[in-house]
């Protein structure tokens, strides 16, 4: 074996609490701590990566009292206990270095910095140039020939000569500076009133040993006299600082060469840890199993035959959305570890022949048609999609994998076929990307390549089938996934298939009208600030603003002044500039995301926009949407009213919009079983009207609508549990009066103020809470040791049942609408979903049945102990609809 020519010795705990100080509130989805483990892990690589060491080692302190503590008793005595959040981070750190191959050593009774020299000194012996990686100043000392310092964070090596140029002694001396000075980081108290200068003044000519014993070599007073008073405590600090250069440990700098790691140990760490930026350095593992390429008419009929009683696939294409998508190649499989590739628009230099798209197509429809046969896929909508464009519609039991990731772990972003593969089978499979690199799709990947990458794949979702649906019978989510997540898949498709018409004259007429508006507000923000400068730049405004102005600065950043909205929005009762800087950004956001950006967005094909709808993003089972996103367009102002105007309804229809009536409140009306809540709605008098008689002492009749605005902020502040502080910003006023407006509520609602105790105390025993559907949600945050953390998840708590109940009924609600529409052979069809509305597209001739039908699903969705309301009006574009 060749002896290497380097070590890299590492500080494990140097490094871990860096890490740790360095990166705050990081946590995986169940709420486990590991920002000491990510930033540890990122020093590993950083060595790994740029110094590509021989060989390599990571010490940590031994727990045990070292012979420092008996020397002396205040040694480190200063530090608190290591946080309780990093202890739990430890031994992952020690798993991940081992996961490595990397040795670690810890030695009973010894520092890390002991050991490291230690193993500096006997590499050095060995020939080996050691490289101690750590920041502490006392390592210096062993610095030597073959002994430097790597500092990772400066990314810096320290030789012998940058020892002495910095401190004018040779570093074996450097204890004696350490003497003079202490180390507060370590409690060693040194000499108080001589700092590192000082220390290395006095000591570049004359040894420690010298001045102890002859102190008539100091010639200023206050320092001749600062060392005789202090003698005992300067040897016991260079006691102290001295590292022990001799450990008794076994070492064989062969056993510390670098290794090749142990991937399958790092993949199940970093995928328990959720650390997708370091689960790309994995290798892509090879999916073991059988994978054919069918080219033959015949034999895809043939294996199509054999496909008896569920099956899962996955459809291939081209382009970025699936309305305009073409097909490249479908896969499937139906039995363990076995799948097909039907390859249908490769096109490469000397491509094998392929069976044409209708071919295919033909023999795919009675499958895919055949409604006593189970399919499986893995983000089933956009299969929908595709597969509608060439006339097949998926018909009997539908599984989605990833909508059963997404209902077992709502918390977690990504619920990719990667992440899902990585989270229930431990296997690292090749992304899309990893296959197609830097091809323009994968039509110009090899057949043969493109048959292992998306058969293995198909493969896959149907072992993980088995896998997900038996955990959503034992979490109690079966229910909800087949009566309510798995039918709206289709009722998606549908709407992002049919998609929405827009005015595009009238958008670019509002498009010039609002760079008229903008060009006259950014005169009037310059003639405000009294220079020109960028709007768009907050450093550039911060300047304007509080050193050009004057006015008080809030919170700083990294990068300057903070100008976010809520320092404007104060800044703004004092000074005009803010408030009109706030209005450029209002104005510039909706001229560049949506009236600008909506006629580019218009299929060719269809002349229509196509959202695309997202069903597994958001953690309380809300929707959400996309390419636009139609969420953020403001509903009420000139401006959003104007956009919504833009939508307009096909020639012969109307659109329709219907939208529940306060149902978070009535959510929380039935949930808490309060009686001034349901007494009020099932009267049906205004909530808000009433809340504001309530708490300002005065009856329904002389509620002004600034009681009521307070009111109505009161009402929803305590659905998303808002504090005292919060509800004070909202509604502008003292905190203290906020304070009482709260406890005005919950005095009047003690129903309210039950069901908020009971559900936060028991979200803390279990650990979840569930909704009215049984959709369920962790909430790691309430076992945080950080009480911020603990605030957020009480919040969670209180309004996650709320809203996510809230989700449930307007999907069951968009489901049994959608079915009617069709049952009844109706031409009118739903378009979009946005937070607790519905939009439908409505024949002329259909309007008044289609009102009553949907009023009635909508109002019949759920069962609760006050009456659902909805909201329904109509008209040629989305913005009549609502007025």
């Known amino acids: 074996m060749k002896k290497p020519a380097n070590i890299y010795l590492i500080d494990g705990n140097s490094y871990v609490y860096r890490a740790y100080h360095a990166i705050k509130g990081l946590s995986n989805s169940k709420g486990f701590p590991t920002n000491a483990i990510y930033g540890f892990i990122n020093t590993l690589l950083k060595i790994l990566r740029e110094k590509e060491p021989d060989a390599i080692v990571v010490s940590f302190d031994s727990p045990l009292p070292t012979e420092r503590h008996r020397v002396y008793e205040e040694y480190k005595a200063q530090r608190p206990p290591a946080p309780d959040d990093l202890i739990l981070q430890l031994p992952y750190i020690k798993k991940i270095i081992q996961a490595f191959r990397i040795k670690i050593y810890e030695v009973p009774g010894y520092e890390a910095d002991d050991v490291l020299a230690t193993l500096s000194v006997k590499s050095a012996s ?83 040993n010298d001045i102890l014993e002859k102190p008539g070599l100091i010639k200023r007073e206050r320092l001749r006299k600062l060392i005789t008073e202090n003698r005992d405590s300067i040897l016991r600090s260079y006691a102290l600082t001295t590292v022990d250069r001799d450990v008794p440990l076994d070492f064989d700098v062969n056993e510390c060469i670098r290794r090749e790691p142990d991937w399958q140990e790092l993949l199940n760490l970093f995928s328990e840890l959720e650390f997708g930026t370091f689960l790309k350095l994995i290798p892509p593992q090879s999916v073991s199993g059988s994978y054919e390429t069918v080219l033959e008419a015949g034999r895809l009929r043939s294996l199509l035959d054999g496909v008896k009683g569920s099956f899962a696939f996955n459809v291939e294409f081209s382009g970025t959305h699936p309305i305009s998508a073409e097909m490249i190649g479908i896969s499937f499989s139906s039995e363990k570890g076995r799948g097909y590739y039907v390859p249908i628009a490769h096109h490469y230099p000397e491509v094998p022949g392929q069976l044409g798209l209708d071919t295919v197509i033909d023999a795919f429809k009675p499958l895919f048609e055949n409604e006593s046969i189970r399919k499986t896929g893995h983000d089933l909508k956009t299969q929908l999609l595709v597969l509608g464009r060439s006339g097949i519609d998926l018909k009997g039991e539908l599984n989605d994998t990833m909508v059963a990731s997404y209902l077992l772990n709502p918390n977690k972003q990504n619920h990719s076929l990667e992440e899902v593969s990585l989270e ?94 903008l060009a006259a507000l950014k005169t009037r923000i310059y003639f405000l600030a009294g220079e020109e400068f960028n709007i768009n730049s907050p450093r550039q405004l911060g300047a304007v603003l509080f050193e050009s102005l004057g006015l008080k600065p ?30 450029w950004r209002t104005l510039s956001k909706l001229k560049n995301t949506y009236v600008d950006t909506l006629p580019k967005l218009l299929n060719p094909e269809t002349g229509r926009i196509h959202t695309s709808f997202n069903q597994t993003i958001t953690a309380t089972g809300r929707l959400s949407s996309s390419d636009p996103n139609l969420q953020n367009i403001p509903i009420r102002g000139e401006w959003g009213i104007r956009i919504r105007q833009a939508f307009i309804a096909e020639e012969g229809f109307f659109l329709l919009s219907a939208d529940y009536s306060q149902i978070e409140l009535r959510i929380l009306a039935h949930l808490s079983r309060d009686e001034g809540l349901i007494d009020a709605f099932r009267k049906d008098i205004d909530i808000h009207t009433r809340t504001a008689a ?20 009161v009402n929803f502040g305590v659905v ?12 502008g006023s003292s905190r203290e009066d906020a304070r009482v407006y709260i406890e005005q509520y919950f005095e009047k609602h003690p129903g309210v103020r039950q069901y908020v105790e009971q559900i936060i105390e028991e979200a803390r025993r279990v650990g979840y809470v569930r909704t009215l559907f049984g959709r369920k949600r962790e909430i790691p945050e309430l076992r ?3 009480a911020q953390k603990r605030a957020f998840g009480e919040r969670l708590a209180m309004n996650t049942p709320i809203q996510g109940t809230a989700a449930d009924i307007i999907k069951k609600a968009m489901v049994n609408i959608s079915n009617r529409l069709k049952a009844e052979g109706l031409q009118s069809r739903m378009l979009l979903q946005v937070h607790d509305e519905l939009v439908l597209e409505v024949k002329e001739d259909e309007l ?36």
């Open 424 to 517: 229930h089978l431990s296997l690292r499979i090749r992304t899309f990307k990893d296959v197609v690199g830097k091809r323009s799709s994968l039509a110009a990947v090899s057949i043969e390549e493109a048959t292992e990458f998306s058969a293995s794949n198909t493969a896959i979702v149907l072992e993980l089938e088995g896998i997900l649906f038996g955990k959503l019978k034992e979490e109690g989510l079966d229910g909800l996934y087949s009566g309510i997540e798995m039918p709206l898949i289709r009722v998606l498709a549908d709407m992002e298939t049919v998609g929405i018409k827009v005015d595009t004259e009238l958008l670019n007429d509002l498009s010039g009208e609002l760079e008229r508006e």
């Open 720 to 731: 998303y549990g808002m504090s005292a502080f919060g509800l004070s910003g909202a509604i």
């Open 694 to 713: 309530e708490l300002f002492g005065v009856s329904t009749e002389k509620v002004t609508p600034e009681m009521r605005r307070v009111a109505k902020t």
């Open 554 to 583: 809030g919170k700083k950043t990294k990068t300057g002044y903070s100008t976010e909205v809520g320092v404007l929005e104060e800044l703004a009762l004092i000074h005009e500039l803010p408030g009109e800087i706030l209005n």
């Open 126 to 208: 060995q020939g080996v140039d050691a490289y101690i990686v750590s920041g502490d100043k006392d390592m210096l000392q062993v610095v030597d020939g073959h002994i430097r310092i790597y500092d990772p964070v400066k990314d810096r090596v320290i030789g012998r000569t940058d020892v002495i140029e910095r401190f004018g002694i040779p570093p074996e001396r450097i204890p004696e500076v350490m003497a003079l000075t202490g180390d507060t980081a370590d409690n060693i108290p040194g000499v108080k009133g001589i700092g590192e200068k000082t220390a290395c003044e006095i000591l570049k000519d004359h040894t420690l």
């Open 848 to 883: 008044q049945p289609v009102k009553d039908l949907v009023r009635h699903e909508m109002e019949k969705a759920a069962l609760l102990l006050v009456p659902i309301r909805v909201d329904i009006g109509y008209g040629k574009n989305w913005a009549e609809a609502h007025s």
């Open 784 to 786: 945080s040791s950080n």
